[in-house]
Antibody
């Protein structure tokens, strides 16, 4: 059974870069789509984007100018970077497997943007 | 971007009752719609994909229907563990994937 675990700083200052890592256990990241989704406090879900085979990415147009998703196959990890953050980026960030519908999810990493 | 509107925002029901949740899309998504269940402090769980296909391990009391712009999730007889928030999600090829705003199913 594949398991996903997000990690990273829980507090980021405005205008800085949010960086999160998703570690995958119980299977290789190769050959699968890996997606990031976020959920602001008390609100709904927002699709951020996905990566496939390290080179193929697709991002939400609303975030595209600030987002980078990458893979490290040697560590079996997926990474998310979001630049120039504001308070509106405060959310729980989830990594999930698959492109279209998300069968496996991590437990989520809460990130607060505040000075 | 395709907007998904879920109704009602809150559904107050008793265990054993039938729950009917609605999701309406701003334009056709064919049958490319999924449903998720989320409990407090937990990640969402996939229930239904492509309108009516239950994900692995999902009980038969959960069923989905619809096409185009109007979709329904039905829980035939609510169990205590079914009280949660439910989200729909579309995977159209010409729009970023989007989720509905959610329906909370609460105990009456």
């Amino acid at each position: 059974q594949v398991q996903l675990q997000e990690s990273g700083p829980g507090l980021v200052k405005p205008s800085e870069t949010l960086s999160l890592t998703c570690s995958v256990f119980g299977g290789s990241i190769s050959g699968y789509y890996w997606t990031w989704i976020r959920q602001p406090p008390g609100k709904g879900l927002e699709w951020i984007g996905y990566i496939f085979n390290s080179g193929s990415t697709n991002y939400n147009p609303s975030l595209k100018s600030r987002v980078t998703i990458s893979e490290d196959t040697s560590k079996n990890q997926i990474s998310l970077k979001l630049t120039s953050v504001t308070a509106a980026d405060t959310a729980v960030y989830y990594c999930a497997r698959d492109r279209d519908y998300f069968h496996y999810w991590g437990q989520g990493a809460p990130v607060t943007v505040s000075s | 971007e395709i907007v998904l509107t879920q109704s009602p925002a809150t559904l107050s029901l008793s265990p054993g009752e039938r729950a009917t949740l609605s999701c309406r899309a701003s334009q056709s998504v064919s049958r490319y719609l999924a449903w998720y269940q989320q409990k407090p402090g937990r990640a969402p769980r996939l229930l239904i994909e492509d309108t009516s296909n239950r994900a692995t391990g999902i009980p038969a009391r959960f069923s989905g229907s619809g096409s185009g712009t109007d979709f329904t999730l039905t829980i035939s007889s609510l169990e205590p563990e079914d009280f949660a928030v439910y989200y729909c999600q579309q995977r159209s090829n010409w729009s970023p994937f989007t989720f509905g705003g959610g329906t909370k199913v609460e105990i009456k």
